[in-house]
């Protein structure tokens, strides 16, 4: 599986926009990039995924690179309730074997 | 509410117990995971089933026992666990086993084994 890379941590203030960066520069070309964040000791909560083309839906937005080894998660005006680790994955999308693994993630605190 | 339901949501048991833990979905998903995150760590995948078919099992100890009776539940039979088995227990689901689908989690299973 295709590995990512995340800066441990991040700060934003509240109301602004939070960029979260995520490298993925051995993607395969059957490999989706997915975001997840898990706020404490709840279960992980999906945000968006996509292949190739920018993604938006109502939580965020997704921006994937041309080249298709890094993408950015953007939070347009984040608040407090954001603050969580937010995991950039990389998925197979074809045969059985699409694997959810997560990494270490990106610690974003937003601070007022 | 994610449509994915773990129960109990907390668990304290003795290392010669045995427990189980319970996950069910309402979204007529056909794959269900476990995951373990112990404290500070990331989730780790320890079994997947695709269509109550187990698909994948991560080299898991076999005092965790899963099963699948049918696509909307999913069980961890648990026997002499460890103290090092505490952790935080999620189990999450997806339309099926491929890249295109995402996976809902459920609020997890907070065992202590002491």
């Known amino acids: 599986d295709a590995k990512t890379t995340q800066p441990p941590s991040m700060d934003c203030a509240e109301g602004r926009a939070a960029n979260l960066p995520c490298n993925h520069s051995t993607i395969s070309g059957n490999e989706y990039v997915y975001w997840y964040r898990q706020i404490h000791s709840q279960g992980p909560q999906y945000i968006i995924h996509g292949l190739k083309n920018n993604e938006t839906n109502e939580m965020a937005s997704l921006i994937i690179t041309e080249d298709r080894k890094s993408s950015t998660l953007i939070l347009p005006h984040a608040t407090l309730r954001d603050t969580a680790v937010y995991y950039c994955i990389v998925r197979v999308a074809s045969g059985n074997t699409g694997k959810l693994i997560f990494g270490q993630g990106t610690t974003l605190q937003v601070k007022p | 509410e994610t449509g994915v339901t773990q129960t109990p949501r907390h668990l304290v048991m003795g290392m010669t117990n045995k427990k189980s833990l319970k996950c069910e979905q309402h979204l007529g998903h056909n794959a269900m995971y476990w995951y373990k995150q112990s404290a500070k760590k990331p989730l780790e995948l320890m079994f997947v089933?695709?269509?109550?078919?187990?698909?994948e099992n991560n080299s898991v100890p076999s005092r965790f026992s899963p099963e699948c009776p049918n696509s909307s539940h999913l069980f961890l039979h648990l026997h002499t666990l460890q103290p090092e088995d505490s952790a935080l227990y999620l189990c999450a689901s997806s339309q099926d086993y491929t890249g295109n689908t995402e996976a809902f989690f459920g609020q997890g299973t907070r065992l202590t084994v002491v």
């Open positions: 089933y695709n269509f109550k078919e187990q698909t």
